[in-house]
């Protein structure tokens, strides 16, 4: 499986639109800032299914600040962060994504990419949309999963 991770779009919607044509994901876990784009991408791509939280500069949306997703029994968190306080540290963070047992925390607000394996969480940030960056993750069928940054102009 393919999922797409993407965060602080920021009115970058053809890049954005680049960016899920070029990967083709199964899934979009859309951690915050931009949901605009987002709420359009959507429309766009009806047979992809969206994962979205809200982030601080998401004002209007109705997106709520944390989202949980089980995909194939691994437990993702998905936050943008700003309520976390992950510009100064991870630790919040970290407590939360304890209290919930995730295996996977994806994460955005710092606009800089970040893969961390921490006491059986994975912690991921996509880097920002705005600045060309996002992630993808792949799960194989033996539930083995991959993360990598990318990059796109």
């Known amino acids: 499986m393919k ?11 053809e890049r954005l639109y680049k960016i899920i044509k070029m990967e083709n994901p199964e899934i979009i876990l859309f951690s915050g800032d931009g949901y605009e784009d987002v709420i359009d991408m959507q429309y ?11 982030g601080n500069c998401d004002y209007n949306s109705s997106f709520n600040d944390e989202e949980i997703i089980e995909i194939f029994d ?21 407590m939360r994504a304890k209290e919930l ?17 921490k006491e ?12 060309g960056s996002y992630g993808v ?15 796109v102009k």
């Open 74 to 94: 691994k437990k993702f968190f998905i936050t943008h962060g700003h309520i976390y306080g992950v510009k100064r540290n991870y630790f919040q963070i970290e």
């Open 44 to 54: 766009a791509f009806p047979e992809i299914k969206f994962v979205c939280a809200r």
């Open 101 to 117: 047992d995730a295996n996977v925390v994806v994460f955005g607000h710092t606009h800089s990419p970040y893969l961390k394996n």
């Open 137 to 151: 993750i792949t799960i194989n069928e033996d539930k083995n999963i991959k993360l990598i940054h990318k990059e």
């Open 120 to 131: 059986q969480t994975i912690y991921f940030n996509p880097g920002a949309v705005l600045c």
């Open 3 to 13: 999922i797409l991770a993407i965060s602080d779009v920021h009115g970058c919607f």
